[in-house]
């Protein structure tokens, strides 16, 4: 059976702020359980104004506190900006706390601008490539360094007797091998990349898979952005406000507040600007609940994968809740 679960960005509206788009987003976790979707992801934006999701580990622990059993998870920490220990400790304490419902994703873009990257990274002297940080926080959360490691003796506390998922976010075989080399899970971001080498990419990692004490056998999962509504038609004025908040997010400017339907209908396009938005209508599934249900198993069925994540990043939280309500009631996922 086809698993389906949420990855939110805790967009704002026009005429919200930062605080309510956190409030909603944990309102979203909630209609995510009880519509049975398997897990709930929330992500890492910095600088970006329009985005509320800037600390997806503090969300988390909030998430996971307003919640029952659903699995709450980064998508992703950036990790790059970070000390493997210090991740492998903050994980580890989510999962103490709420044992068998933590999914730690991890991603190496910076998630902001330069001035971002410099902020996060202004005391290294070091840096260490992302596959050591990848093998080193694998070692910390299993409680199993390799006898010569220069951290031998350092254990990531506290001490617990579960593990939480560790999943590799990535939109190229780069990050595929990375995730197979340390059995770990791989999300493969279609929602970035559709026309890139994602098929190779998934094909590599189950090839060269390697059983750890995370996983046994390969995981993947495909994540992909999402417009759903009762009608098509209604699915096209909310996907045009998309189009129109996708472009300013790919410009040197992005936007504060997501934009309405009324300036998405109204919205004036470059030749360029319309061959970007036809482009980037290939990471997104959109229509009614039927359409999208048939798409998304298009979709699975071309990774060959049982789990799509959907991102739902939509104008206003009552069709972004609207949204995944539709789609779970077509899977039928309290079925």
Known sequence: MLSLNVLDYSPIDIGSNGREALLQTTKLAQTAEELGYKRFWVSEHHQLLGLAGSNPEMLMMHLAASTKKIRIGSGGVMLPHYSSYKVAENAKLLEALYPNRIDLGLGRAPGGNRLVTIALNEEKSQPLSYEQQIEDLKGFLTDQLPPNHRFNGLVATPIIETKPEMWILGSSTGSSSIAASNGAGFTFAHFINPFGDGLEAVKEYRNNFIPSTILEKPKVMVAVFAVIAETNK????????????????????PPVYYPTLT?????????????????????????????????????????????????????????????????????????
Not at 237 to 244: G, N, P, Q, S, T
Not at 274 to 294: L, S, Y
Not at 299 to 322: C, M, Q, S
């Open 234 to 253: 209604q699915a096209e004025e909310l996907v045009k406000a998309f189009d129109l908040w996708l472009l300013r997010s790919e410009s040197a400017n």
């Open 263 to 335: 300036e998405a209908a109204e919205q004036k396009y470059g030749i360029y600007e319309q061959q970007r938005i036809a482009h980037n209508r290939n990471r997104v599934v959109w229509g009614d609940p039927k359409k999208v249900k048939e798409d998304i198993e298009a979709l699975a069925d071309l990774y060959d994968t049982n789990e799509i994540t959907i991102l739902p990043n939509i104008v206003g939280f009552k069709n972004r809740k609207k949204a995944i309500s539709l789609l779970a009631n077509e899977f039928g996922l309290k079925e």
